[in-house]
């Protein structure tokens, strides 16, 4: 049976005498036991990739510049690099484009946002190192039920969503914490579930998202 072959993107790093790239090893982790395999991004042509893999994991990190949503910087908090931002809206569209499946985490639902016309708050308060509710509909709750605790690592979130996109979840102050998109394999959550699945990492007591992964998987 063939293992789907799943590109994960990646931050980038100065290190002494280069830049690195880096990403959390519990999103190969999770990946692996969805029955997936996660290679990790570090360059050469988007629609190569895109050709080669089946699908493509948008992952956690710093913020994408204002710019891409036609906004000056407006909060001194950012954490900035125009470069991952143009790889990953160049991987975005390349498989988006062949209809192979995105799954946007944090970071990735705000870039999946952004990258289909849509727009973001730079700066929110009380989403950063927590844990919350939220209320789920449609599809995520047809998996998870209505209500649910999640992770909040992020201090950033979508504002106006994108045309063509669903919100399937939100937070009680009206976040939008999950967006899909109705007829193509695009998944996007705010919250982080690869550290939420047992065995593998557990920010929330009897949570498991693996399902998330599954999807992933499951629709390459």
């Given at each position: 049976m063939k293992i789907p072959l799943i590109l994960v993107s990646s931050g980038r790093f100065m290190d002494t005498l280069s830049i690195s790239r880096r990403q959390s090893e519990l999103y190969a982790a999770c990946l692996s036991a969805a029955g997936g395999a996660g290679v990790l991004y570090s360059g050469a042509s988007a629609a190569a990739l895109a050709d080669r893999c089946d699908g493509l994991l948008l992952a956690g990190g710093g913020d994408l510049h204002p710019a891409r949503y036609g906004q000056a910087c407006a909060c001194n908090r950012l954490c900035l690099d125009p470069v991952r931002d143009e790889e990953e809206e160049a991987l975005f569209h390349a498989f988006?484009?062949?209809?192979?499946?995105?799954?946007?985490?944090?970071?990735?639902?705000?870039?999946?946002?952004?990258?289909?016309?849509?727009?973001?708050?730079?700066?929110?308060?009380?989403?950063?190192?927590?844990?919350?509710?939220?209320?789920?509909?449609?599809?995520?709750?047809?998996?998870?039920?209505?209500?649910?605790?999640?992770?909040?690592?992020?201090?950033?979130?979508?504002?106006?969503?994108?045309?063509?996109?669903?919100?399937?979840?939100?937070?009680?102050?009206?976040?939008?914490?999950?967006?899909?998109?109705?007829?193509?394999?695009?998944?996007?959550?705010?919250?982080?579930?690869?550290?939420?699945?047992?065995?593998?990492?557990?920010?929330?007591?009897?949570?498991?998202?693996?399902?998330?992964?599954?999807?992933?998987?499951?629709h390459c």
């Open positions: 988006f484009a062949r209809g192979k499946p995105v799954l946007g985490i944090c970071r990735g639902i705000q870039a999946i946002n952004v990258f289909l016309g849509g727009t973001l708050h730079q700066h929110v308060d009380g989403h950063a190192g927590c844990c919350h509710p939220i209320h789920c509909t449609g599809w995520l709750a047809e998996r998870f039920g209505a209500g649910m605790m999640v992770n909040s690592y992020h201090h950033q979130t979508t504002d106006r969503i994108a045309a063509g996109l669903v919100a399937v979840a939100h937070a009680p102050d009206g976040t939008a914490e999950a967006l899909i998109h109705p007829s193509a394999p695009l998944l996007g959550v705010q919250w982080h579930p690869e550290r939420m699945v047992p065995s593998i990492c557990e920010d929330v007591t009897y949570a498991n998202h693996l399902p998330l992964f599954d999807w992933l998987c499951s």
